[in-house]
């Protein structure tokens, strides 16, 4: 290629990190953060070589048909579901993610999450902010005990040991799921037990397993009753994972207690029963939203694009 390869940027990103594309391609971006409806991104993308995305970017058949000329597809996220690896192989286009730069931000909110439902606080913000605390009493807005209960980690990849690491200082026991033996284990003090035995033993479930159509409602009605009198469910991994509509139900029947979620099915629209029910904290999808998680992951599909612009191995690619 003799010119500059052209890139569309489908969202604003930092400054770093436009300075760090611009010498290498011919860059339209999106300095006002536009949504930009499916024509205008199939219109934007159609001459183009490379795409840095997001999740909200649906990189489909359709979408690969309109663009001829495409080569590398960069998504500024660790999940990649919104993407047809194996469509993007058969066509020879790379792809890549941001794993690791995250990690600890997202493990931070997953436990946020944990603590905030299990102690009720965004109910209990409502309410006094809503002028109603006239007294103390003693059974006044009872939690559930999140130090020395038992965690289940349903996905024990980086994020979910590094959920593991921070349950220690809870002096908690650990129980995870995980389609294979994770090699760390022992370190982590983690038991691996089949999904219907973390759902009635954990006191506590963090779901961070990716979505797949395997994962899709992995917890449903039928999982939901299975789970612990009072117990906490997060989700801090995709929307869908969870049934939306059995959650809310069970939130108003039980038998669990609480719920804290990241993510939701059909985001960012949130399923209107969810925002009925008390004990749900709902945050909007913000796990790795601190300032260095989420340019490191502009920057690493940055230097994806370098790379690949360069003729260099890629930093981290996703295999079909
Ligand atoms: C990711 O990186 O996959 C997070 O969910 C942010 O979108």
Redesign the pocket.
């Known amino acids: 290629m003799n010119r500059r390869p052209k890139l569309l940027v489908t969202r604003r990103v930092f400054p770093e990190v436009v300075e760090r594309l611009q010498p290498h391609f011919e860059l339209e971006g999106n300095a006002d953060d536009a949504l930009w409806p499916r024509e205008e991104l199939l219109r934007r993308a159609a001459d183009r070589d490379a795409l840095f995305v997001?999740?909200s970017d649906r990189i489909d058949r359709e979408l690969l048909d309109a663009c001829p000329q495409l080569k590398i597809v960069a998504t500024g996220?660790?999940?990649y579901n919104h993407i047809d690896v194996a469509a993007c192989a058969e066509r020879g286009i790379a792809v890549t993610n941001?794993p690791d730069v995250?990690t600890e931000a997202t493990a931070d909110l997953g436990w946020a999450l944990l603590m905030a439902a299990a102690r009720r606080l965004s109910e209990t913000e409502r309410w006094l902010r809503e002028g109603r605390w006239n007294s103390w009493a003693f059974d006044q807005f009872l939690g559930a005990d999140v130090h020395g209960a038992t965690l289940g980690i349903v996905g024990m990849g980086r994020i979910g040991s590094a959920i593991a690491r921070r349950a220690r200082g809870f002096s908690m026991q650990v129980l995870y799921h995980n389609r294979s033996p994770a090699p760390n284990e022992a370190e982590l003090g983690a038991r691996r037990v089949a999904l219907d035995e973390l759902l009635r033993s954990a006191d506590h479930v963090v779901l961070v397993v990716p979505y797949t159509p395997q994962t899709h409602h992995l917890i449903g009605e039928r999982e939901l009753a299975m789970m612990k009198p009072g117990a906490v469910l997060v989700n801090i991994a995709r929307g869908g994972i969870v049934d939306d509509a059995a959650l809310a139900k069970a939130l108003r029947s039980g038998p669990i207690g609480a719920a804290g979620l990241d993510v939701y099915e059909n985001e960012p629209k949130v399923n209107p029963a969810l925002l009925e029910v008390p004990n749900v904290v709902l945050t909007p999808?913000i796990?790795?939203a601190t300032r260095s998680s989420r340019l490191g992951?502009a920057m690493l599909a940055a230097e994806n694009l370098v790379a690949w612009a360069g003729g260099q191995p890629l930093r981290t690619p996703v295999s079909a």
């Open positions: 997001v999740g996220t660790v999940g941001t995250l999808h796990g790795s992951m």
